[in-house]
């Protein structure tokens, strides 16, 4: 069964300051792999997602994530924070070779702006 | 565009007594998920279904059930609700199971007293 992890429970950057959460996973070979966004009293958003190919990945909103197999880590990364940007992020992750539909989530990472 | 609607949206309920979250999505997805999420949690995934007719137990199923009543409707059912239970539930579908975009509900806030 696939598993993910995000290390960080929460990151505070400053405004303008460039931005890497981080996303391990689980998995006996190459998952599906996204990242979604919940802002404050928001439901849930895709940013992005991987799942085979170009393992640089470009997202809504300025994001982009790098998936690393030798890592397996799929970061997401945004070059210069808005003060927008203050949000929880959750990175989750398919199983390709399960001929199932799960779909689990980490722990998520709180994302903190300093002005 | 509704997407997925949730209802209820709050509900309080004495430790003990039953509920149903129903759920319907208007996309003609295939696969339909219910998430519970805590805080330091994250989300975890209770049941989903991956088409009519067919349900599968997520990572945390236990006190729960669910019916896939139809393509459009997922519901989850508290047979006997739990202090435990308390928490934010996510209903969300997808076009293409595993492979796809969630697509969720605006949450479901349950309180077991």
């Known amino acids: 069964a696939q598993s993910v992890t995000q290390p960080d429970i929460h990151i505070t950057v400053s405004e303008g300051a460039s931005l890497e959460l981080r996303c391990n996973y689980s998995?006996?070979?190459?998952?599906?792999l996204f990242w979604y966004v919940q802002s404050p009293g928001q439901g849930l958003q895709l940013l992005l997602k991987y799942f085979s190919g170009d393992t640089l990945v470009q997202g809504i909103k300025g994001f982009e994530a790098e998936f690393k197999r030798s890592q397996s880590s799929f970061n997401l990364r945004k070059p210069s924070v808005h003060w927008s940007d203050a949000a929880e992020y959750f990175c989750?992750?398919?199983?390709?070779?399960?001929?199932?539909?799960?779909?689990?989530f980490g722990k998520g990472t709180r994302l903190h702006i300093l002005p | 565009n509704a997407g997925v609607t949730q209802t209820p949206k709050f509900q309080v309920l004495k430790t003990g007594q039953s509920m149903t979250l129903q759920c319907a999505q208007d996309m003609n997805h295939n696969s339909m998920y219910w998430y519970r999420q805590d805080p330091g949690m994250g989300l975890r995934l209770i049941y989903y279904s991956a088409s009519e007719g067919t349900t599968d137990k997520g990572e945390v199923p236990n006190g729960y059930n669910v019916s896939r009543l139809n393509k459009r409707e997922f519901s989850l059912r508290l047979e006997s609700a739990a202090p435990s239970q308390t928490s934010v539930y996510f209903c969300?579908?997808?076009?293409?199971?595993?492979?796809?975009?969630?697509?969720f509900g605006e949450g479901s806030r349950l309180t077991v007293l």
């Open positions: 998995y006996g070979a190459t998952p599906y």
């Open positions: 969300a579908s997808s076009a293409t199971g595993a492979a796809g975009e969630l697509f």
């Open positions: 989750a992750v398919g199983a390709p070779m399960n001929r199932d539909d799960k779909i689990i």
